[in-house]
């Protein structure tokens, strides 16, 4: 045993102590010994573990599809950047991936027969508009602006009424709701004491709902009045006004109303005048 523990407690070691001249004792003071036990064995494994690297990171992925049943060919790396101590290696990578098998032919169908359509009662023109209240696509009419729909104007006007229907213009049913978007010009005129407006009114010339309005100007003109959409209640989600129930046809009236305190005559003018009516749905 190159170690021996003697009967007073001392220890005795038996080997050879070796300098191994890594430095000089002389001048630096310091010596490096080796000591070698006698008949002693020593293992030192050949590699560490080091600490876990950095996972490899790809830079660029490209992915070539080939046909069904090729083989495809091996994947090739590239290089782009070795990494090193607390950085990841960086790669580029090229595969090939086989698209998926031909599937069977499906059978063609025609799409009024679905199950999710109802075709019911469908006209040329018509579309396929969703229903929430049964989950499917229901035929219909489109929703769409019709129009416009223009009126010659009634004689001219020449008196002292408070009112005069210059012109009318009747719509005929729709399939939904809808209200009118009037639109007009007209000239009037009469004595500088005169002040004539205009108004659109639905279904009744004097206590129609208004749907639009033309402002005057005080004076004997002739006067240029341009109509413009214009509603005399408000308009909601759940509002009427100026609504026209689908199924139902109207009349719309463009009026000249003389709004002046005075008994002087006024007139309307028919030239370059225009009345116009575009059916909006709701």
């Known amino acids: 045993m190159p170690i021996t523990t ?4 001392s220890i005795t070691w038996t080997g050879s102590v070796t300098f191994s001249g890594a430095t000089d004792p002389l001048s630096t003071g310091v010596a ?4 070698t036990p006698a008949g002693g064995v020593s293992n030192l494994p050949a590699l560490v573990n080091g600490e876990p690297g950095v996972p490899p990171r790809f830079r660029n992925v490209v992915v070539h599809q080939v046909p069904y049943g090729t083989t495809p060919p091996a994947p090739t790396w590239t290089l782009v950047s070795p990494g090193g101590a607390g950085t990841a290696s960086v ?3 090229d595969i090939h991936l086989n698209s998926g098998q031909q599937g069977a032919a499906g059978t063609n169908a025609a799409v009024l027969t679905a199950g999710d359509v109802v075709s019911t009662g469908i006209q040329d023109g018509w579309e396929l508009i969703y229903s929430a209240a049964t989950a499917k696509l229901v035929a219909g009419p489109p929703r769409r602006v019709i129009g416009p ?4 104007f009634n004689a001219p006007y020449n008196g002292n009424a408070g009112s005069y229907v210059v012109s009318t213009i009747g719509i005929p049913a729709q399939p939904w709701a809808w209200r009118p978007r009037a639109s007009a010009h007209l000239y009037v005129g009469g004595t500088p004491n005169v002040h004539v407006d205009a108004v659109v009114r639905l279904g009744d010339p004097v206590a129609g709902d208004i749907v639009g309005y033309g402002l005057g100007v005080t004076g004997a003109g002739p006067v240029p009045v341009n109509v413009v959409p214009h509603f005399g209640g408000a308009i909601t989600g759940t509002s009427t006004y100026g609504q026209i129930a689908a199924g139902t ?3 719309l009236y463009l009026v000249a109303v003389q709004t002046a305190s005075t008994t ?3 007139n309307t003018v028919n030239t370059n005048g225009q009345f116009m009516i575009d059916v909006v749905p709701i």
Do not use: E, K, Q, V
């Open 6 to 9: 003697n009967p007073d407690g």
């Open 32 to 35: 490096t010994l080796t000591l």
């Open 91 to 93: 790669y580029d990578l």
């Open 149 to 152: 729909f223009i009126s010659a």
């Open 249 to 251: 046809a109207a009349t």
């Open 264 to 266: 002087d005559n006024w």
